[in-house]
């Protein structure tokens, strides 16, 4: 790479204090949710009764945390991410003419998936979401030029048919509830044993007569049925584990660097595989969250430009829907016992209630920007926003210190409660590192090198380097 050309991003001055808090705050709340699953099995993401977790405190974790953040943090994110990628596209068709505007767009996209396969394969977090923000950006450039209007129109849609997705699934997995039943009923009473009734007070003859129609005709040992019993299986093992799977996980995960590389090579391999197709068709997540986020971008909410009424709409309106249905879904979960039938129902009101929510936190947030008021705690979230990437790459290099073999081996040994003390100290790393480097340095680390790798050249880093080269007169700000 050269030196400093006339190309670069923005200047420090131009940036939005109101997005960079907004970001900050996201950043720092996708913690809550990702703590569990960076310290815990993943099955007790969803499942707290799996590692223990729904007695006392851990139930008081999971409940405060399932109802209140749960989705409507990640939202945020995703919306903020697409509002930053409106924001550059325009930054850069104002600066740049033809080809140019989409080339560095675009590589800066690929950039960013490859920071995501980083971030999966080498920090080893399967929950990694930078992978898909990059491949999910691909898409927008062409739609660059859409009105707002058309924005959310499009981001109605797929949240449509992503609920209507949920629909189907809970349908089919009652489906498969029956077959499994059926399956294990046909066996009992092949082996001659005496009716007996299940947990619902069914007779193992019911339970054969109440197989799916079209399958239970052939007879309860047919494969079509073993077929369907087998999802329901799988979604046994996804939320409610044997303790021997639960164990060979944290032995696992506790295990040296390289021998648990294998394993999470291949689960990583597995969800982008699966994720570029859930994010990409209809029942996606994240483009219809960065669709709005463009919008709102687009028509000023964003950049506080709305009237004051606005926020206090998306704060009365944003908690008044989502608290309750969000209350709904953690109480009536909790309230059958973690069933996976109920977790599944749950899912046909999941995006109402975590849009609904994201929006009650954005517009907080924005009316706290828009007063001028807790000027310190704006200025540290300012600070954590600007450094996002980093940031977001820092929780994934400190859990794979802390909780796995590379480390401090900690994986499945604290409690979910417990795990909420990390969360403290890695939000102190956080707002420690984003104020103490970005006095010093114009962009994060991580930051510094997708510029540097976008642009093909190597940003100024230093802040006494980069004044001296804006001096000169060089737009590399």
Known sequence: MSDITLTGPIKATDRIESLDVLRGVALLGILLMNIVAMGLPFQAYSNPSAMGGDKGSDFVAWFITETFFEG??????????????????????????????????????????????????????????????????????????????????????????????????????????????????????????????????????????????????????????????????????????????????????????????????????????????????????????????????????????????????????????????SLYETLTYAGSGFEPIVAARNWMTYDVGRFAMAAGHAGLVLLICRSGAFSIWRFAMARVGQMALTNYLLHSFLALVIFTGAGFAQFGEVSRATLYLYVVGFWAANIALSIYWLERYRFGPAEWLWRSLTYLTWQPLRRRRAAAAVEAGSPAE
Request: negative net charge; proline residues 3%; hydrophobic residues 50%.
């Open 72 to 325: 409507s943090m990640r939202t945020m994110f995703s919306a903020l991410f697409g509002a930053g990628f409106l924001l550059l596209i325009q930054r850069l068709a104002a600066r740049y003419q033809g080809l140019a505007a989409a080339d560095i767009y675009y590589r800066r996209m690929l950039w960013l998936i490859v920071f995501g396969l980083v971030d999966g394969y080498l920090l080893m977090w399967t929950g990694d979401i930078l992978y898909v923000y990059g491949v999910v950006g691909l898409l927008l450039f062409p739609i660059r030029s859409l009105s707002a209007k058309w924005f959310l129109v499009i981001a109605g849609v797929l949240i449509a048919l992503n609920v209507w997705s949920t629909v189907h699934d809970y349908g089919e997995l009652k489906e498969s509830k029956a077959a499994y039943e059926a399956t294990n009923a046909g066996a009992a009473l092949a082996a001659g044993e005496p009716s007996v009734t299940d947990e619902d007070g069914d007779s193992v003859e019911d339970a054969v007569d109440a197989a799916p129609a079209g399958v239970s005709g052939a007879g309860a040992d047919t494969d079509e049925l073993k077929a369907k019993a087998g999802e329901w299986e799988k979604t046994l093992f996804f939320l409610q584990p044997e303790a021997d799977v639960l164990a060979e996980e944290i032995e696992t995960r506790n295990s040296g660097y390289f021998a648990q590389f294998d394993e999470q090579f291949e689960i990583n391999t597995e969800v982008h595989a699966d994720w570029i197709l859930f994010y990409l068709l209809p029942d996606q997540d994240s483009l219809s969250a960065m669709l709005i986020g463009m919008a709102l971008l687009r028509l000023g909410v964003l950049t506080l430009a709305a009237p004051a009424m606005f926020y206090w709409g998306l704060v009365i309106i944003g908690y008044g829907v989502g608290v309750p249905v």
